[in-house]
């Protein structure tokens, strides 16, 4: 098991920057690959990112690619969304979701665990 919250949302001008942290509770936080995702109102769930357990591997949707970036600190439990470039777009809640090492992919399936959400506003 592991519980999640996430932190550092807020409203940020078009172009500007935002990092976002999970930390995660227990002991096995480097057992599980960390995920961040996306909703905008009205609109589904969007993978975002995610980064493998060692923090070796990373893999980013195409609609942020080259602006965020996902690393994490397994020392501390936690996991960050560096967001830059930010656009309207990019208004949603923020959500970090883990799933164990056993699934060898990093894709947007098989995530168990989530966090509570954090909102970014992105203004024009």
């Known amino acids: 098991q592991v519980q999640l919250v996430e932190s550092g949302g807020g409203l940020v001008q078009a172009g500007g920057s935002l990092r976002l942290s999970c930390a995660a509770s227990?002991?096995?936080?480097?057992?599980?690959?960390m995920g961040w995702f996306r909703q905008a109102p009205g609109k589904e769930r969007e993978f975002v990112g995610a980064i493998s357990h060692s923090g070796g591997s990373t893999y980013y949707a195409d609609s942020v690619k080259g602006r965020f970036t996902i690393s994490r600190d397994n020392a501390k439990n936690t996991v960050y969304l560096q967001m830059n470039t930010l656009k309207p777009k990019d208004t949603a809640v923020y959500y970090c979701?883990?799933?164990?090492?056993?699934?060898?992919?990093?894709?947007?399936?098989?995530?168990?665990?989530w966090g509570q959400g954090t909102q970014v506003t992105v203004s024009s």
């Open positions: 979701a883990a799933k164990p090492r056993v699934w060898s992919s990093l894709d947007e399936y098989n995530f168990g665990f």
């Open positions: 227990g002991r096995t936080f480097s057992s599980y690959h």
